[in-house]
């Protein structure tokens, strides 16, 4: 095989970008939501339509796959050159739902360019990532220098239900030496990443009785406790004074490489004006490397129905965002620990445990990671890739590690700090795109075996 050089792979990403923009349209007008009462028959579409677009880029094995009660992933097979490894290209082509509508400019199923960004529900989250992989396919005209399994998964907005299944009974078809999971962003326009941690969660459920029932406040109020205020002094617990978790025993993963200037988290947050930070350490540090706890709902008396009553019960959900090296089982007993034993006023209390999901670090050294970087150097025009935690969770990223242990895994993705993922007005910005595209081709090229290249 001839040695194409990185000009040649990005001269070829080039020619093929304008199709692979036609792709993205079509599919961001496939209203693929896979949440439940939504309609799924467009899940199919989508992906019937994911299927389509990889045959014509040249995948000669394709098929439409589910496990019992899973919505329909595509695999798409091109066989590894002798001696070549195998790259595994992950993304997914359902959506997260429109929300309110009134909060979009543009139709959210229409794609509409405005100056640089392409507008629209799964613009960017993640049907950029998609269409990354065919442009990477398509500029190797079907033929890439390296095995590509590509995996389009119909489900991740709903946290990938029936994903663990899938990779066990499909483990052969999936079976890779290097992941690309290209649903994460980078760091800012112009700026590229590898997304090497993640926090995990735990979450769970905390209920406050004082009273068999509700009873008058003027009648009873200053000598018997209310379940509301019992509860809210249990959950000002949760923080020391400087806005710290203080749930004892949590694990802390300490500095991180990278900084992150206040004023961008506050405008990329749209923390009000005056509103301080909470938590000690450097921001990355705090929404990376740290727990965090939130409280993110609250079961009690409305206040248009509220009487003046003393409360009987109440009822929370605090959710705990958990480092890199957390057990998260250990994390979940010590949360449940300290909300059961910082209940005053000897209130019954009663916490029942929620979903629980593994933080994740990647160990991003290696050749693979290398010609990563090198790739990523190339189609930024030079610009060193960060090394980037994120705040939130892929849980399918600890799947896909326990499925393929001895696999690279690479956490890419096409989205900037302002693609608006899962929010109104989500957007591409098509500049980052067509160098995330440019990339994943050359990975390719610079994965394949040096008698290959
Ligand atoms: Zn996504």
Known sequence: MST???????????RVLPEVRADLERLVRVPSVAFPGFDHEQVRRSAELVAELCRSA??????????????????????????APTVLLYAHHDVQPVGDESGWHTAAFEPTQQGERLYGRGAADDKAGVTAHLAAIRAFDGRPPVGV????EGEEECGSPTLERFLHEYAALLTADVLVLADSGNWDVG?????????????CYVEVRTLEHAVHSGMYGGVVPDALTTLCRVLATLHDEQGNVAVPGLHEAGPTGVEMPEKRLREESSVLDGVQLVGTGSITERNWNKPAVTVIGIDCPSVQNASNTLVASARAKVSLRLAPGQDPEAAMTALLEH???????????????????????????????????????????G??????????????????????PSAAILVTGVEDPDARAHGANESLHLGEWRRACVAEALLLAKLAPASER
Do not use: C, K, N
Request: charge should be negative; avoid cysteine; aromatic fraction near 8%.
């Open 149 to 152: 399994t590509l995996f389009i």
């Open 191 to 203: 700026t590229p990443a590898l997304t090497t941690s993640l926090r995990g969660l735990a979450d």
């Open 383 to 404: 610009a060193a890739p960060v090394d980037m935690g994120i705040g939130g969770s892929i849980p399918f990223v600890a799947e896909f590690a326990d499925a393929f």
């Open 339 to 381: 909300l059961r034993t910082h209940v005053e006023w000897g209130a019954s209390v009663t916490v029942t445990r929620g979903e629980l999901g593994a933080p994740y670090q990647i160990d991003a050294t290696g050749p693979v990671f290398d010609a990563a970087r090198d790739a990523f150097r190339t189609a930024w025009d």
């Open 58 to 83: 040249g995948v000669p094995d394709v098929q439409i796959l589910s496990v019992e009660g899973g919505q329909p992933a595509v695999v798409g097979r091109i066989p590894a050159p002798p001696g």
């Open 4 to 14: 194409p050089s990185d000009a040649d792979v990005t001269a070829a990403v080039d």
